[in-house]
């Protein structure tokens, strides 16, 4: 008799159970922390770090680069559906949002970078921080918002100034790279590869938005089809981008940025990736927690707080001076700085990429990063909601 026909025991579950039950625990503290209240993205984030090493040790960060195109692909699928909300004849005839934005990118960034250069982080470091930090996490901007069904005048300037801060907040970390680039190879590699990522980037979103639009002529984006469709399309992006080695952030914000442009009518959005995306969200949060340690946690606490609070001054500075001339009296203006606040899985990305190039300027990075996208990926949801439901531009009936 074949002894193979009969299961092993123990059993062997093999590496698909325990992602399984992380991936339950994860849903369950995050409808958890829905009942008493708090953004269920909260509670992805908090079951990220008790599974990873900081705690129960599921997951490092071998599993983190191991399921790296789950996350790279996350992210481009919600920077992709944010930059089809994206208006770019809006901002052009809504002058003072782009002065609000630029106030507060500004602002986070002087601030951001003094204080870590006061506190003697090194320049190198502090520019790293300081670029990092003026970024806002798009996922959790997306969910809150969605979660709450938010819209209005906050929110809809809230989703354009998360967009333009990932875009700005990417390319100012890849010229510090480009700089690190000239210290260790020479100026031409400072100059060319920046170029090269920008350029890149810009042209690979033009080639996603021409496929987009292309593929919307033979299937309609908001049947089951059009779902697999855009699914393959966006894979194969990334893939592109990879082989390229382009990051995968900017080229999806761009492409959907685009198709906002080329067509103005709303946009049918399939239902279908509600579902699919909420899933990608609570995998990636699950995953991210891998990247957190408690020697590198700890290591970087002290800055990490300190950045928090200078970035917080910047956000918050910028969206009150410039706030009321864009037409937010200060009540949103205050919600739309401290909307901002929440930093999260790209930030956290951002910095594993800078440690992959660089190890030893990447080893002094990630601690303070770590520290900030523990306490903003867990708190900066939080705010954001108090924020859009302060302004009373939520629909479900939820009050301060």
């Given at each position: 008799?074949?002894?193979?026909?009969?299961?092993?025991?123990?059993?062997?579950?093999?590496?698909?159970?325990?992602?399984?039950?992380?991936?339950?625990?994860?849903?369950?503290?995050?409808?958890?922390?829905?009942?008493?209240?708090?953004?269920?993205?909260?509670?992805?984030?908090?079951?990220?770090?008790?599974?990873?090493?900081?705690?129960?040790?599921?997951?490092?960060?071998?599993?983190?680069?191991?399921?790296?195109?789950?996350?790279?692909?996350?992210?481009?699928?919600?920077?992709?559906?944010?930059?089809?909300?994206?208006?770019?004849?809006?901002?052009?005839?809504?002058?003072?949002?782009?002065?609000?934005?630029?106030?507060?990118?500004?602002?986070?960034?002087?601030?951001?970078?003094?204080?870590?250069?006061?506190?003697?982080?090194?320049?190198?470091?502090?520019?790293?921080?300081?670029?990092?930090?003026?970024?806002?996490?798009?996922?959790?901007?997306?969910?809150?918002?969605?979660?709450?069904?938010?819209?209005?005048?906050?929110?809809?300037?809230?989703?354009?100034?998360?967009a333009l801060n990932v875009a700005v907040s990417v390319i100012l970390l890849k010229l510090l790279v480009g700089a690190l680039h000239g210290v260790h190879s020479g100026w031409q590699l400072a100059l060319l590869h920046p170029l090269y990522?920008?350029?890149?980037?810009?042209?690979?979103?033009?080639?996603?938005?021409?496929?987009?639009?292309?593929?919307?002529?033979?299937?309609?984006?908001?049947?089951?089809?059009?779902?697999?469709?855009?699914?393959?399309?966006?894979?194969?992006?990334?893939?592109?981008?990879?082989?390229?080695?382009?990051?995968?952030?900017?080229?999806?914000?761009?492409?959907?940025?685009?198709?906002?442009?080329?067509?103005?009518?709303?946009?049918?959005?399939?239902?279908?990736?509600?579902?699919?995306?909420?899933?990608?969200?609570?995998?990636?949060?699950?995953?991210?927690?891998?990247?957190?340690?408690?020697?590198?946690?700890?290591?970087?606490?002290?800055?990490?707080?300190?950045?928090?609070?200078?970035?917080?001054?910047?956000?918050?500075?910028?969206?009150?001076?410039?706030?009321?001339?864009?037409?937010?009296?200060?009540?949103?203006?205050?919600?739309?700085?401290?909307?901002?606040?929440?930093?999260?899985?790209?930030?956290?990305?951002?910095?594993?990429?800078?440690?992959?190039?660089?190890?030893?300027?990447?080893?002094?990075?990630?601690?303070?990063?770590?520290?900030?996208?523990?306490?903003?990926?867990?708190?900066?949801?939080?705010?954001?909601?108090?924020?859009?439901?302060?302004?009373?531009?939520?629909?479900?009936?939820?009050?301060?």
């Amino acid at each position: 008799m074949d002894l193979l026909i009969w299961p092993d025991w123990p059993l062997a579950l093999g590496a698909l159970f325990p992602v399984a039950i992380a991936l339950v625990l994860t849903a369950l503290v995050g409808e958890a922390g829905g009942r008493f209240g708090l953004p269920r993205v909260s509670g992805y984030a908090l079951a990220g770090l008790v599974l990873g090493p900081l705690v129960l040790g599921w997951f490092d960060i071998n599993d983190l680069a191991g399921h790296r195109l789950v996350i790279d692909f996350t992210i481009a699928l919600v920077l992709f559906e944010l930059g089809i909300r994206l208006d770019v004849r809006w901002l052009a005839a809504n002058r003072w949002v782009v002065a609000t934005s630029t106030g507060e990118i500004a602002l986070t960034f002087a601030l951001t970078f003094g204080a870590l250069w006061a506190a003697g982080t090194g320049a190198g470091v502090a520019l790293a921080v300081a670029a990092i930090a003026v970024g806002t996490s798009p996922v959790i901007l997306m969910h809150v918002t969605n979660e709450l069904r938010a819209s209005g005048q906050t929110t809809d300037r809230l989703l354009a100034l998360c967009a333009l801060n990932v875009a700005v907040s990417v390319i100012l970390l890849k010229l510090l790279v480009g700089a690190l680039h000239g210290v260790h190879s020479g100026w031409q590699l400072a100059l060319l590869h920046p170029l090269y990522l920008l350029l890149g980037s810009a042209l690979a979103g033009a080639v996603i938005a021409a496929a987009y639009l292309g593929l919307r002529r033979l299937v309609d984006p908001a049947t089951e089809q059009g779902l697999v469709a855009m699914i393959a399309l966006l894979l194969a992006a990334i893939a592109l981008l990879s082989a390229l080695r382009l990051p995968t952030a900017l080229a999806p914000l761009f492409a959907g940025a685009l198709i906002k442009w080329r067509d103005r009518r709303p946009h049918l959005w399939p239902q279908q990736f509600g579902s699919f995306g909420g899933v990608l969200v609570i995998v990636a949060f699950m995953l991210a927690g891998a990247a957190v340690t408690a020697g590198e946690l700890f290591a970087g606490a002290g800055i990490g707080l300190l950045a928090i609070l200078a970035r917080a001054a910047g956000k918050l500075g910028g969206a009150m001076a410039f706030g009321p001339p864009s037409g937010l009296d200060l009540r949103k203006s205050l919600a739309l700085g401290v909307g901002l606040m929440p930093l999260s899985v790209l930030a956290l990305l951002q910095a594993v990429d800078v440690r992959l190039l660089y190890p030893e300027f990447g080893s002094r990075l990630m601690p303070i990063v770590i520290a900030m996208t523990v306490v903003l990926g867990l708190l900066g949801p939080i705010a954001t909601r108090r924020a859009l439901i302060r302004v009373r531009e939520t629909r479900r009936g939820e009050t301060s």
